[in-house]
């Protein structure tokens, strides 16, 4: 049993639970980076692993009713054959070009994708706050009214989503739910994080399924990374309420960043000055976003003057 090996799976299965997104883009780029493991064995026991971790939050959102069936049913339509044809696009290109450096490009440039899109999604999270301040605004959303299923957009972004969880593990919850967000603005953030934990689960299921037929499943990393992630999966969902998730968030798109670009073979130095610049650049230019749109600079002035706003109320 590697012990440290369940230990950072403890720690990126918090990650987990606190922000619904990054298990694939960082447990595959951690086990490629920290473990030495090839860059295709990774991926296919991260597959493994995420078919057993998944299915636990799913099952709390449908105790809650926050799951959109019909978008999960033609998310999955789309998603499931993509991803187990992942796994065979991997066998049929690997032989010609590599195998091992095809999905290490991949998942590079899938975890800088997905490290912008994070950005995305809070952009477009914190534009609807500002929005729901102003007189008269209609653009809050739903929480309980039927949203129109679109199907064919609905069916590309399982594909496309299906395609890259089969290729590099990571897609599922931090591209699809994105994704979702822009198509559907007024669906629910609870029936958003629901929904995709749902359609997720056939998903890496049928993605670990082709890996274990075609790709290179490693139980000896496998076991340890159950055994460190489901419980940290957990323990990070009980604290999601009492952290900042825009704090974890902005953490997590930092790594993100700094593993996509160590994984393209971006050198030390480059990697160190886009990781400090991301994180001044994000801190100071998310307050000057804030301010155009009307807001505190902070969540924390937010609060305060929301608070304030209330005792004079009082």
């Known amino acids: ?72 049913l033609w998310l999955m339509i789309g998603s499931v054959p993509a991803a187990f044809g992942g796994s065979l696009v991997i066998a049929a290109v690997g032989p010609l070009t590599g195998v091992q450096a095809f999905v290490k490009t991949a998942l590079g440039c899938v975890l800088l994708l997905a490290a912008a899109l994070i950005f995305v999604r809070a952009y477009i999270g914190m534009r609807n706050r500002a929005m729901e301040r102003r007189a ?36 599922s919850g931090s591209m699809i739910i994105i994704s979702l967000m822009l198509l559907y603005p007024l669906l629910a953030m609870n029936k958003l994080v629901g929904t995709d934990l ?6 890496v299921i049928a993605a670990a399924l082709g890996h274990l037929l075609f790709g290179e499943v490693d139980w000896a990393v496998v076991l340890p990374l159950i055994i460190g992630s489901v419980p940290g999966a957990w323990i990070g969902a009980q604290f999601s309420s009492k952290i900042p998730g825009g704090y974890v968030r902005r953490a997590l798109a930092v790594v993100l960043l700094a593993a996509g670009l160590k994984l393209l073979n971006v050198d030390n130095v480059t990697v160190l000055v886009a990781a400090v610049a991301a994180v001044v650049a994000g801190t100071f230019g998310w307050m000057a976003l804030r301010r155009t749109h009307g807001l505190p600079i902070t969540l924390r002035h937010e609060r305060r003057l929301r608070e304030s706003s209330d005792d004079r109320a009082n």
């Not at 749902?198 to 998903?203: D, S």
């Open 1 to 72: 049993m590697d012990w440290e090996l369940a230990l950072a799976a403890l720690g990126i299965g918090i990650v987990v639970g606190l922000t619904g997104m990054g298990g694939g883009a960082l447990m595959t780029p951690t086990l490629v980076l920290f473990f030495n493991v090839p860059p295709l064995t990774a991926v296919s026991s991260d597959l493994v692993t995420s078919a057993v971790m998944k299915p636990v939050g799913s099952l709390v959102h449908m105790r809650h009713g926050t799951v959109h069936w019909k978008l999960v």
């Open 136 to 171: 008269g605004t209609t653009t809050k959303r739903q929480a309980s009214a039927e949203v129109r299923v679109r199907v064919v957009p609905t069916l590309i972004i399982g594909i496309v989503g299906g395609l890259m969880v089969g290729l590099t593990s990571v897609g």
């Open 198 to 203: 749902v359609q997720a689960v056939p998903l």
